[in-house]
Structures are given as structure tokens and as C-alpha cells.
């Protein structure tokens, strides 16, 4: 399988100001230094805990956001240097979905007019195209043509998400970030949800990120899986092998609070990892994890483990790993 995004050393860091001269005094540091590809037709899931990234990594390859460093190449474009035009056109083969696309849909547009937008704002077609484009893809996302002329307010939570993936679509895309797209909705919604995107990704040979910190969620659409943890990324692996045969301490710890299907119960990470999560703006040293890790060693309080590829394609950054600890 071929490439089409591969990440490298990506940082974001934002300013923390304070005083009266409204000063810098620090950083947030969102996404510190982390690497990875997607493929050409897989889904890669990026989940983690609140605050660990995972919106600011999907924000920086869309170019919402500007990198603080590193690189991001997609179909040999440099992301991080596109000019502003540039950044049109990858928008065009960039397509976000929102967790909430009533947030995102202009209330006081017919849901015509919501999915006619992109096609404008790219000049794609004339107005008969468009309209016929419109109506193909009403049916695509398995809504009727007879919803065209209606609101999003007139839809419920799933109708409204399949309204925002239509839209994503309408460019034609070939990577789709999908930031917690199921997260919003009812659990027998998210997986006709998830079924739809499984479906369009096969029909429109569709490349995702799929971003969300439930692990249920993720691994039912996922090929491959990353986990983040405070702004780093901890390992990366097919999505099979993660869940059967985590190495990193912290992906043992999220997978064993897992099966929480009850949405009123909420996760039980804090218990199994013990105490809360750093604050980005003050990251512990050396490994990140290290002050919830059950296996910290002397190294882990001093060294940040290099994220690197201990069985063909299972990357791992901990020091548990690495050749001359084992020895
Ligand atoms: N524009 C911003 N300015 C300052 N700090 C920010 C900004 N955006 C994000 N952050 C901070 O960066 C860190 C990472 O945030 P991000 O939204 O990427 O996390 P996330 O993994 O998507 O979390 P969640 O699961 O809650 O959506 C957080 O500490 C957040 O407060
Ligand atoms: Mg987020």
C-alpha cells in the first residue's frame, strides 16, 4: 500500500502569555514531536485521553493550524509551506467531519445549499452540475431528495452527521479527518454511522483519520490504530495486534478500562492509571508517562524513549523495549 500522508517530528506548541506586558511565560505543548504515515485506503484511528492531542494533530494537517515544527507530506506537497492558494486546493482533497455538525451547518441554509457550498467555493461545475451532483449524494449518505429543501434544525443528531459527511464529500476528497464523528450520537446511531463511513470508503476509495478517545469505537472501523498521550505519540500498530497484544504500559492500562458500554458510566482510565493527567503546559521529563506508569524505571524519569519500530510495523516509544535494557 502506498502513502499518502507521512508525519514527521510534528510539533505544536501554543503560547501561554501572562503579566501586565502580556508576556510569553510558557507553552502548551499540544503535539510534541510526534511521526507516522497514513496509507493510501486505510483508516488510521488516533485515540487517546482528553487534552492529548488528537484534534490539534488532525487541525495541523488540514492546515487550520500552522506547525510550531516538522513536516507533513501529502502526495509529495509540504504541508507545513503551502501558499495560500495551495492551501485551497488541499482542501479540496482534505475534508474534515465534525464530532457536531449542527454546530457547523448554517442554520439558516436548505441542506440544497449547505452541500452546493463546497462545489462553489472550489468552481466546480455549473448550476445544473451541481445541483445533480447535490442530489447524487443525498442518496449516497442514505438520506432522500425531499430532505434537500429542509433545515438542519428538521433532522435528528445521526441524519445531521450524514448531512456533514455528504458535505465532506461533495469535493470528492481523498482523505477524510473524522474528529470524533460518532461521539455525539446514540450507540445504535454510531454504528449505523460507522457502517455508512465503512461503506463510502470502499465506494469513493476514501483514506481516513479517524480521531476518538472511545477504543470501542475506533477499532471497529480502524486498519491501523495510534494512541496518544500528552501530545506524544506512545505506539502505533495494526489495529488487531493493538488490542490483542499492547506493549505500551499505557495502552494496556486504557484497553483494561475498556468495555464500558454504558454511556451514563464514565471511563474508568483515572482508576486503572492512577492519579490525572500532566498538564501539557508543565510535561513531566523523560518519558511522559512515566508518573502513572506501573513499569517506571530510573531511565523513564530522565530520557524520553524514541518512538521506534520493535516488531515489522509495532512502534512503541518505552524504554521496556529498548535492546540494552533487555540485557
Ligand atoms: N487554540 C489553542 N490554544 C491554546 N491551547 C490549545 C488550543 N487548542 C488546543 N489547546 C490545548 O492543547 C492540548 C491538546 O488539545 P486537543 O484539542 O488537540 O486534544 P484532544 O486529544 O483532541 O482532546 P479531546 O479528546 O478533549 O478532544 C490541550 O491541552 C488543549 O487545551
Ligand atoms: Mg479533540
Redesign the pocket.
Known sequence: MSTLVEVKNLK?Y?PITGGVLDRKIGD?K??DNISFTIRKGETLGLV????????????LLLRL?EATDGSITFEEKEVTKLSTKEVKALREDMQLIFQDPFASLNPRHTVEKILEEPLIVHKKGTKEERKKMVRKMIEVVGLDSYHLKRYPHQFSGGQRQRIGIARALMTQPKLIIA??PVSALDVSIQSQVLNLLKDLQEEFKLTYLF?A?DLSVVRQISDRVGV?YL?TLVELTDAEKLYEKPLHPYTEALLSAVPIPDPEVKSQSEDVLGGEIP???NPPKGCVFHTRCKACMEICKKVRPEFKEMEPGHYVACHLYEEDMQH
Open positions: 505544536k501554543f502548551i499540544a503535539v487517546g485521553e482528553s487534552g492529548s492531542g488528537k484534534s490539534t494533530t488532525g487541525r493550524l474528529d470524533e480521531i478517545h496518544m501530545g498538564s501539557p503546559s
